[in-house]
């Protein structure tokens, strides 16, 4: 007898080690232990694991061409640098490599936008927007019914209905009460020891259902935040030239090349999508600019080349996030800051400041689909940023809240909020959650301004772009593969006076 048979007669005393195939061989196989089998799942698994359960509920059909665009090289756009003042030669070698002006486009496209009929369009897409909230709602159920019955399982067996935490608030809106509170019917204080230690990965999900808009009488689903009627007429950002390679072209741009003359880079490339936040911004001449989320500089870097700002101030919480945006600056605009430029340092979840600004720019931290689920490297689906990556929300409303603090309050003055990702949650989720905290009045988000500002790049084959509740979703595209990005516009319109206007009426 062969050792090796030994081997085989010794598994055979194992009779909980058995496994057969075809009937005749004999195999040893151990099913790992949770625990070891949660170690061998990579970062960028569990990020995909995530999207693959979330995403495909909330998008359905067209999660297959989200994910495999994310799952894809992404498409770039390069912005010569006007700071070389050779922006006509640094264009016509871009031109050569078959890539296209976008900017020019751009203004032959956006003369086709009908604003009547886009409007009519977002408007029968409530129904769509509806749809929605109603599937978050319906997963952020699942997911608490799950975690009862993964967290509580040795909790004594009385059956438990999901209906029983859904409750009626006074203005008629669904809201769901914390898993916390529903499982002390269940468990003893002793299995909750520590509880307060941990998030629970339904409370992501929960607070997109707790934003909710209340329902009106007629039992309709109000966006009293949303003025479809009024309309911003966006420019494309003067100065810039952005130039791309046409949608199903995947060439790619080569490095940059020092100008001979000034040293400075010649082009910047960038996710194309980048440039929806400096469209939103609408930047004017003697605008001034705070960017509360700077790093690493790319959008910050896109805004100076307008010429635009009398002030720019930059912030971010990490140093070395701010020291690549100081490096950039170098790159692409000089050895020397310029004298309207600012640094700054400080947590954007609180403006410190008095001074007002006409435009605010809170580009958030987010989960940042493409990175996290292509990039291992400090992934924030790591075990060890659990807590980081469940509070994203939470940051994100208060980051807003800072932002729309430090917006002046003038007619036209915009803020600007933007994130790399698809989720519903960090996007109108974050932005519904800040318009309902923020004591200022006077705030509107210009959705048909935005819309109508990126549709010509739509028309043009470069984005893929759908309407959400508050904002607009650039989505990711194997053939035009920019994004993903969702920005919203809000405005201030001064509130008006009552007692004025019922005068002016009364005179006319």
Request: aromatic residues 10%.
């Amino acid at each position: 007898m062969s050792l090796k048979f030994k081997s085989g007669l010794n598994t055979l005393m194992n009779p909980v080690s058995i496994r057969y195939f075809h009937g005749c061989s004999i195999s040893y196989a151990k099913k790992l232990h949770w625990a070891k089998e949660a170690v061998k799942k990579s970062h960028v698994d569990r990020a995909l694991e995530h999207y693959d359960d979330f995403y495909a509920s909330v998008f359905k059909n067209r999660w297959p061409s989200f994910r495999l665009g994310l799952l894809s090289s992404p498409k770039y756009v390069a912005v010569p640098n006007v700071f070389t003042n050779s922006v006509d030669q640094i264009s016509e070698s871009l031109e050569d490599l078959g890539a296209y002006n976008l900017a020019s486009i751009w203004t032959a496209q956006s003369s086709q936008i009908e604003r009547d009929l886009e409007e009519m369009k977002l408007q029968q897409d409530m129904e769509g927007v509806s749809k929605l909230d109603q599937t978050l709602e319906k997963i952020a159920l699942t997911k608490q019914a799950e975690e009862m019955d993964t967290l509580y399982h040795n909790a004594p067996r009385q059956k438990m209905h999901i209906e029983s935490y859904v409750t009626e608030d006074t203005a008629g809106s669904r809201v769901l009460k914390d898993i916390r509170e529903a499982s002390q019917e269940h468990v003893t204080e002793t299995r909750l020891k520590g509880a307060d230690d941990f998030l629970l990965e339904s409370e992501y999900y929960t607070f997109y259902a707790n934003q909710l808009n209340p329902r009106n009488h007629a039992g309709q689903t109000e966006f009293p935040y949303t003025k479809i009627s009024n309309f911003t007429k966006l420019k494309f950002p003067p100065l810039l030239r952005p130039y791309a390679f046409e949608a199903g072209n995947t060439n790619t741009f080569p490095g940059a090349a020092r100008h001979t003359f000034s040293g400075l880079r010649e082009f910047i490339c960038i996710n194309g999508a980048s440039l929806a936040p400096i469209i939103a911004l609408d930047l004017k001449p003697d605008i001034t600019l705070l960017d509360l989320c700077s790093g690493p500089g790319t959008k910050s870097l896109l805004s100076y080349m307008t010429t635009c700002p009398l002030l720019m101030t930059c912030n971010d919480v990490e140093s070395g996030r701010l020291y690549r945006v100081k490096n950039m600056f170098k790159e692409f605009i000089g050895p020397d800051l310029p004298n309207n430029i600012e640094l700054v340092r400080f947590n954007a979840t609180n403006y410190p400041g008095t001074f007002k600004y006409t435009r605010v720019l809170a580009d958030v931290p987010c989960l940042s689909d493409r990175i996290s689920c292509t990039m291992p490297d400090n992934n924030i689906f790591k075990p060890t940023r659990i807590k980081e990556r469940l509070g994203l929300v939470n940051v994100q409303k208060d980051i807003l809240l800072s932002a729309l603090n430090a917006l002046a309050p003038e007619e036209g003055s915009s803020c600007v909020y933007s994130t790399c990702t698809l989720s519903p949650i960090e996007n109108d989720g974050a932005v519904s959650a800040a318009l309902r905290e923020t004591p200022i009045d006077g705030l509107e988000v210009d959705l048909l301004g935005l819309w109508t500002a990126l549709k010509p790049l739509q028309q043009a084959g470069f984005f893929h772009i759908s309407r959400t509740k508050f904002g607009v979703l650039i989505e990711p595209n194997i053939v035009s593969n920019f994004g993903p990005m969702y920005v919203c516009r809000i405005v201030y319109q001064p509130p008006k006076n009552s007692n004025t206007d019922a005068v002016l009426s009364e005179l006319e």
